[in-house]
Each structure stands twice: as structure tokens, then as C-alpha cells.
């Protein structure tokens, strides 16, 4: 799964627990902001759509994604689903709130998953950085896109 | 890791087929996934079970492309395509895409009306009840407070938590058509005694009263505590389904509420005190005179022309009495030639305004009464609409959205003043 072997250690490891197991590496995408699934994804490009949301225009696709949690209909999960089907899933995801829209997501997109961390991702991932997701381990390496 | 009963176990295994012991095995990594340690039983699902676009039956072509490959490979996250008995609880199809004799008039194509036919015919010979609404609890199925159900649809979940007392928590597609196999559900969130206890209090200090103002102070519930569960107490007016109905929705599309208190009122809540599992706690809000007017202004912000062209009622679907009202309205009135009056419901409940006789006084009038989908869900509309007005904060939350179209917010009888005239005179009084 990994994509590429980075050689120096991580910047920062920490750990959760697992939603959905599996290994994935790849680049981060961040959003401080909740996400919507049915009438806040586009499925066929992985896109955010939700007006006035801070990615709007923005596809997850390929990507790590960490954001708070998921919000609004129970459609959120068909449109996960959905991702996976059209090849525009990310890679894994990290999420700080536990709903069934979330579990179940994740569960049918089928790809590493973690939450209950014992440090925010959101305050040690920014967009762009270098992350490996271990759903099995329950870990988390970060390797900064650049020093803070 | 979530501990089995030796029933549960025997459905992984196989004993009842392979379908089943394929919905155990998608209903473990979910709870699993949420760190459930057991499930509950239940015998009362609503979910959209096998229902799809053509798009997933082409995906599932070398499956056979059929409801059994969609039902197999999407429904029940599985990897091999299994043969898929009747449902073995009290399953119902929630809301749908088209209206079954209104769907060209909604601008739906041959080929989409097609498929929406197939899909019914499988839904109903897999022991699926074809409700085909948002509102299970007014076209057949009621729950009773404590029933363990496992529900989708947003504005059914917080009215059966909350209203009834039924415990549901906001399921989706995949874990509602496993339940419906396997009669299991995660025992996590809701089915919970200690997860169903209100976290932050809301005092109502404005007189709420009608559909129209209920809508609003549920609008705001949502905006100001997101999904957490709200005690609300106060200046609230009498209680219906109606107003529950409509306040429900409003708080679960504009924050994702799942479950509302509403003290004297809700049946979880004969005191503050039981509402909250002891003390209150939480942060304090207030809903006073000048929250109600940031609501409204916040509703109404994406209208500026008011040439109306689409009157859009019926969100969640209309009940009986709300029918008769539109109708009673409208008798002797005309919608105007600029304008389109879609009213939507149940099967359940126009069958039985078709026996009162309003469906003809809607029709009369040249209002359409539809049923199974609504605007949102089909994403349609009359050809050209450009503004519409709505009697439901919810639909006014996701339609202009959705559509890209302006939108008002208003009492019915605005609502049908604005169908007749073609112009929108709402006001907050």
C-alpha cells in the first residue's frame, strides 16, 4: 500500500482507535468543518459541494482525510459508498466525532479509519503534509510539508 | 469486540442463508466501527433497501445488473452476489424518485420511470411494505415508546426519538437493509439510556404557536446546538404532529438534532430534571424576539425577487389535516398562469384525501398532489423555476441549495395567497 518510503523519522506519531483497519500513506487534506455526504459530495469527483463550506470546489479523492466528523442526512453513507464505486475515495480518514453516519461510512468505503486519538489531528495535521494511517496499529505518522 | 448471542452466531454461520450471515458480517464491522458491544433486536426498519439508479446497475453489470447484484454487492457491502430472501422483519421503503403517475409532469424520462417500476416490484416481492415517505409514523408505521427501530430518513429519526420515544439512531442504506435480514442493529447511541439525556438548554421567551413558527424554533434549535440534544422550555404552545412534524425537521437539516426535549410536552421529559438525567447542564440559549427575527431573516436570505413561480409543500410529506387545509384554502381559487402549486404526501394519506375529496379541489385549482419523492430527493421541479416559496424551513434549507434557485419561507396560507397571485407577500409579523 505504501506509496513511497520516506526515509527520515516522522515529525509526529500519535494514536486512536480503529474504525476501519488497513494501512494507507498519502497526502492530507483538512477541514475544521463537518461534512455533509448526500447533497454535500459530489460521489463521481469526490468534490465537496456545500455552499459556503471552507473546501467547497475541493476533491478528497486520493487523499487523507481529517476532518471533525460527518453531519447532516443519513445519506452519508451511500455517498461514501458511492466514492469507493467511482474511484474518488480518499485514501483513509480521521475523524474526531463518532456518529453512525461516520462508522458506517467508513465501514462501506472500506478504508483506514481511526478516531478517539490521543492528540487533535487537527491541530498537528495541516493540507499537504506526508501522513501514514495504520487502521490495524491504530497510528499515525506525520511528516511535515514544512517545519513550524 | 462486540459479544454475539448463540442466535447471532448461527446467522454468521449460515443458518439462515447466506444473505443473512452476509448482513451479520456488514452489521459487525459496523459495530465495531462505532465500539458497540452488542445489539439490539429489532422488528421495525425503514431504509431504501435494493432501490437504484441505472448508473449502479450498470456498475454491477458482470453481477447480473439486477436488484439481487445491487442488494448483494451494495446493500450489504458484499463481495460475492448472494441470493436474497424476503426481509425478515417489519420492513418499510421510506421516501422514492418519482411520483408513479405524476413523473412526467416532474420531468422524469421513459427510461427512468422504467427502472423506478422494476425496482418496486422487487421491493415488494422481498416483504418490503411500499410506503414511499419521509413519514413512516403517519402511513402505517408507529412505533411505541422503548421499540428498539432502525431508521433512515433525519426528520423520522428525531420524530421517533423524540416525539414517541421510539429509539432509533439516524441509520443508513447499507445498515437498514442488513437489519432488515438479520433483526440486529449496533445497541450504541440512542438505544441507550444514558446517550438520550439532554446536553444544553434552550429557553423559549417568544410565543411559538403555529406550524409556521414551530418550523422556526426548530430552525434555530439546530443552528445553535448542532446534533447535540436540546431541552427546550418555555412560551411552546400547544403540541401536534404537525408542528412536531415540521420542528423536527427544521432542527435536524439545520444542525443534525437527532432527539429534542421539550419539557411537560416530550415524553422523555415530564421535568427538566428527567430531561436532563439530573441536573442541566450545558450552556444556556435563549429564543427571544430577536432570535426569532435573525431566523426568519436567515430563512429568507436567498429570495430578493418576489415573482414567485414554484409553491413547493408537503416537506416531510403532508398529513391528512395539512391537506385538507391547502385545500380548503384554494376552493374557488386558481393557481396563477405564472405559477406551479406541487403538494406532496403518502400513498397512505392521499388515498384518503382522494376519498375526502380534496385531491379534486387541488386539481381543481390546477395544483398537483403528488406523492412517493418530493423536490429535494428527485431534484424536481416545474421547467424554468426560478424562485419558489415553501411552508417548511427544512425544504427552504436544501431546495434553492440543491437547485440553485431563490427561496421564501412562510405560513401555509401565504404559501397559497402567493400560488394564486404568482407574487410572495410574506411577512413577519
Known amino acids: 500500500m505504501s506509496s513511497e518510503v520516506i526515509e527520515r523519522e516522522p515529525d509526529i506519531v500519535f494514536i486512536g482507535r480503529r474504525v476501519v483497519g488497513g494501512i494507507a500513506e498519502g497526502e492530507a487534506l483538512v477541514t475544521r468543518e463537518t461534512i455533509s455526504g448526500w447533497g454535500g459530495v459530489n460521489a463521481m469527483t469526490g468534490t465537496v459541494i456545500e455552499n459556503r463550506h471552507e473546501l467547497k470546489g475541493v476533491s478528497f479523492a486520493g487523499k487523507i482525510l481529517v476532518f471533525p466528523g460527518a453531519k447532516g442526512s443519513s445519506g452519508w453513507s451511500g455517498v461514501f459508498h458511492m466514492t469507493r464505486l467511482a474511484g474518488t475515495a480518499p485514501l483513509a480518514m480521521l475523524f474526531n466525532v463518532m456518529t453512525t453516519k461516520a462508522a458506517l461510512g467508513a465501514v462501506v468505503t472500506r478504508v483506514p479509519t481511526l478516531t478517539d486519538f490521543d492528540r487533535d489531528p487537527l491541530d498537528c495535521i495541516e493540507t499537504g503534509d506526508r501522513v501514514r494511517v495504520d487502521g490495524d496499529a491504530g497510528t499515525v505518522k506525520v511528516w511535515k510539508a514544512r517545519s513550524s | 469486540m462486540v459479544r454475539l448471542t448463540d442466535a447471532e452466531q448461527a446467522m454468521c454461520d449460515g443458518a439462515q442463508g447466506p444473505a443473512v450471515a452476509k448482513a451479520m458480517d456488514l452489521l459487525i464491522r459496523y459495530a465495531e466501527a462505532l465500539g458497540a458491544e452488542s445489539f439490539v433486536e429489532t422488528n421495525n426498519v425503514a431504509g431504501v433497501p435494493g432501490s437504484s439508479t441505472p448508473w449502479l446497475k450498470q456498475y454491477y453489470a458482470d453481477q447480473g445488473g439486477d436488484y439481487r447484484a445491487v442488494f448483494s454487492h451494495f446493500d450489504l457491502d458484499s463481495d460475492e452476489t448472494v441470493d436474497v430472501p424476503r426481509m425478515n422483519a417489519f420492513s418499510c421503503h421510506l421516501q422514492g424518485g418519482m411520483d408513479p403517475e405524476l413523473w412526467r409532469e416532474q420531468g422524469m424520462t421513459e427510461a427512468a420511470h422504467d427502472n423506478f417500476v422494476a425496482d418496486e416490484k422487487d421491493v415488494a416481492a422481498h416483504g418490503i411494505q411500499v410506503l414511499k415517505t419521509c413519514t ?42 442488513a437489519a432488515m435480514l438479520a433483526k440486529r442493529i449496533p445497541d450504541w447511541g440512542f438505544h441507550r439510556d444514558e446517550f438520550r439525556r439532554g446536553q444544553h438548554s434552550a429557553q423559549v421567551q417568544v410565543q411559538v404557536d403555529d406550524v409556521f413558527e414551530w418550523g422556526m424554533l426548530g430552525y434555530w434549535t439546530g443552528g445553535t446546538v448542532d446534533d447535540t440534544i436540546p431541552v427546550l422550555e418555555g412560551q411552546i404552545g400547544a403540541p401536534s404532529l404537525i408542528r412536531h412534524k415540521h420542528f423536527g425537521a427544521a432542527a435536524a437539516s439545520s444542525g443534525g438534532v437527532e432527539m429534542y426535549h421539550m419539557v411537560g410536552i416530550t415524553p422523555e421529559a415530564p421535568s427538566a430534571e428527567a430531561a436532563f438525567g439530573g441536573a442541566r447542564r450545558g450552556e444556556r440559549f435563549v429564543y427571544d424576539a430577536a432570535a426569532r427575527k435573525r431566523t426568519w431573516e436567515s430563512l429568507n436570505s436567498v429570495g430578493s425577487s418576489r415573482d414567485v413561480d414554484f409553491i413547493m409543500l408537503g416537506c416531510p410529506h403532508y398529513s391528512i389535516e395539512q391537506i385538507a387545509e391547502a385545500a380548503h384554502l384554494i376552493e374557488g381559487r386558481k393557481v396563477h398562469a405564472n405559477t406551479q402549486l406541487w403538494v406532496f404526501t403518502s400513498r397512505a394519506v392521499k388515498a384518503t384525501a382522494d376519498a375526502c375529496g380534496h385531491t ?46 431563490e427561496g421564501w419561507y412562510g405560513t401555509l396560507s401565504e404559501c397559497i395567497d402567493a400560488a394564486c397571485t404568482s407574487r410572495w407577500e410574506g411577512r413577519l409579523s
Open chain 2, 360 to 405: 379534486r379541489v387541488l386539481q381543481e385549482a390546477g395544483a398537483y398532489l403528488m406523492t412517493d419523492t418530493c423536490s429535494a430527493i428527485s431534484q424536481a421541479v416545474p421547467k424554468g423555476t426560478r424562485v419558489a416559496g415553501f411552508d417548511s424551513a427544512k425544504q427552504t434549507h436544501y431546495l434553492p441549495a440543491i437547485m440553485g434557485i
Open chain 2, 136 to 177: 413512516p409514523y403517519i402511513a402505517g408505521n408507529v412505533p411505541v415508546m422503548g421499540e428498539h427501530c432502525a431508521w433512515m430518513e433525519s426528520s423520522a429519526v428525531v420524530f421517533c426519538n423524540s416525539v414517541i420515544g421510539g429509539r432509533t439512531n439516524c441509520e443508513g442504506r447499507e445498515s437498514t437493509s
